[in-house]
């Protein structure tokens, strides 16, 4: 479909209506649904739900093959969320990934422009899903299956607009579906207003959704895990409301409390196929690949050198050293998330366990934390969920959140760190306990383990602007091998966010350029 106004879609018709786990509806539709027909009764409003779960399955993962208008697929939790960060480095023929890497975007980079396109399509969508199911009388739905159907689009629709207030910060805030192409040009509303709305919508979704592990839905744990993620943001730039410290501990303890979720006792296990809607998983955006038109891009935008048919990634990025020498040698996340092999010479099992595999020059050691089988017919359409929030990130989120209000305690790091280092030893010494000190040494150390623990899962962006250090973080890469260059010597202070595109700005006349762009 050709792009008339990205921001503002006709979108009378939910397109492509596909299932987003297989642990869940299974129908699988693909010509195009007229919403009024289809909208009569429950099983047409789940049907209609299912564009919801589509759209952020296209938009919010690290991505999908031939998503959208991106054949690349753009897709937020890698690009905004790692390529820009020091968890990697870029070559110099990886695109618009160079761009993001280098601190090079301008207002006309295409991936600029299509990731914004994607997320407002996505957000049409779903509050296609939210205005119309709320519309459906009692006559053909029951007020309990509508509030349910309502409160899971509501918790889809909160995804997209924190990344795009993440992302640009002075984004439209569209909060109905648009049936027109009348009156398209809508203003920006101020990060205040959209991070409100976003919380509005999770406190509601929260009210309506089950306490259970949803397999692949959303659910009570899944709204209050992302509730208390996005109070937390709202703690660093630009809002820096640090009251919200503790409405995130407060909330985050809910989730710790509710006895649903737990870590895995395997760090590599959570990772894997059979483990990948598990008990460690808050929520995980399904995948189901190859040849569904359901897969993902795990394990192969991210993997060892080699080919994919063997288990190897994409040579897009490679791994920062800085970040690799910040692991104790012993620890299993080491292994689990770094390749020093080739696939096309070693299994997963041998690249993760047996040091005579690690024979990769550092320079071209790769991320690797979904560790896609040899052979197999992936491709870049992959099997594997896309953790969007996972028990160990409550854990460290809670933490956080108390070390903003001074409140931190040695008890609550056994809690919540030293647990994931625990399950990281290899050894009995490896690894040691974080021990309580100082409101900065805390807030360090804890930067520092979200890094080891959840790289390549879309959040060390976010992380690092929370926590003020992105500027340092992006001057303190200087590598050779393959990297494009030093990203720091192209950062300015007002690259935080990214431009505004310039074509949605040529349609929508009301659209001010994020300042310096």
Request: aromatic content about 10%; charged content about 20%; some cysteine.
């Amino acid at each position: 479909m050709k792009k008339t106004n990205s921001l503002l879609l006709l979108s009378l018709m939910i397109v492509s209506m596909t299932s987003c786990s297989d642990d869940f509806l299974k129908e699988n539709p693909t010509t195009f649904v007229d919403p009024t027909a289809l909208l009569v009764n429950k099983q047409g409003a789940e049907t209609y739900l299912l564009g919801a779960y589509d759209a952020v399955q296209g938009t919010i993962s690290t991505g999908q093959p031939n998503f959208g208008n991106d054949a690349a697929n753009s897709g937020w939790a890698s690009h905004w969320g790692t390529m820009g960060t020091d968890e990697v480095v870029v070559p110099g023929y990886a695109g618009d990934r160079k761009l993001i890497y280098l601190q090079q975007l301008t207002p006309t980079t295409g991936v600029v422009q299509t990731m914004w396109e994607n997320l407002y399509v996505a957000l049409n969508r779903v509050n296609s899903v939210v205005d119309r199911v709320s519309a459906m009388t009692d006559a053909q739905i029951t007020p309990a299956d509508k509030a349910y159907i309502v409160a899971q689009a509501r918790f889809l629709r909160s995804t997209i607009n924190f990344a795009l207030v993440c992302t640009w910060e002075n984004v439209p805030l569209i909060k109905n579906e648009t049936t027109s192409l009348s009156n398209l040009e809508v203003p920006q509303a101020k990060p205040e207003e959209v991070y409100a709305f976003i919380i509005e919508d999770l406190k509601a979704a929260e009210a309506v959704l089950p306490i259970e592990q949803g397999k692949g839905r959303v659910t009570k744990g899944a709204a209050q895990a992302l509730l208390g993620k996005v109070y937390l943001q709202m703690t660093g730039f630009p809002l820096n409301q640090t009251d919200k410290f503790a409405l995130a501990s407060a909330k985050l303890k809910e989730v710790m409390d509710s006895g649903v979720y737990n870590l895995l006792p395997n760090y590599r296990d959570v990772f894997t196929l059979v483990n990948e809607q598990s008990v460690e998983m808050v929520y995980a955006i399904g995948m189901d690949g190859p040849g569904k038109n359901e897969g993902g891009m795990l394990g192969t935008f991210y993997g060892p050198n080699g080919s994919t048919s063997n288990g190897g990634g994409f040579n897009t990025c490679f791994i920062n050293h800085f970040f690799a020498d910040s692991y104790d040698v012993n620890d299993i996340r080491l292994r689990n998330n770094i390749a020093k092999h080739s696939a096309n010479d070693w299994t997963p099992e041998e690249g993760f366990s047996n040091p005579a595999s690690w024979t990769v020059a550092k320079n071209n050691w790769k991320p690797w934390k979904w560790h896609a089988s040899k052979p197999n017919s992936y491709a870049n359409d992959t099997p594997f969920d896309n953790p969007y929030i996972r028990y160990a990130d409550v854990l460290l989120m809670y933490a956080e959140a108390l070390n903003g209000q001074n409140l931190l305690t040695q008890t609550v790091i056994d809690n919540t760190v030293n647990k994931l280092r625990a399950r990281a030893r290899t050894t009995p010494t490896a690894v040691p306990d974080m021990v309580l000190g100082t409101k900065e040494s805390n807030a360090t150390e804890l930067l520092s383990e979200r890094r080891k623990e959840l790289c390549f899962e879309g959040w060390r962006r976010n992380d690092l602007i929370r926590f003020g250090k992105y500027k340092e973080a992006i001057s303190g890469i200087t590598q050779l091998g393959s990297n494009a260059g030093d990203p720091g010597l192209n950062y300015k202070d007002f690259k935080i966010r990214w431009p505004i595109p310039n074509s949605e700005r040529k349609i929508n006349p009301k659209l001010d350029q994020n300042k310096d762009y």
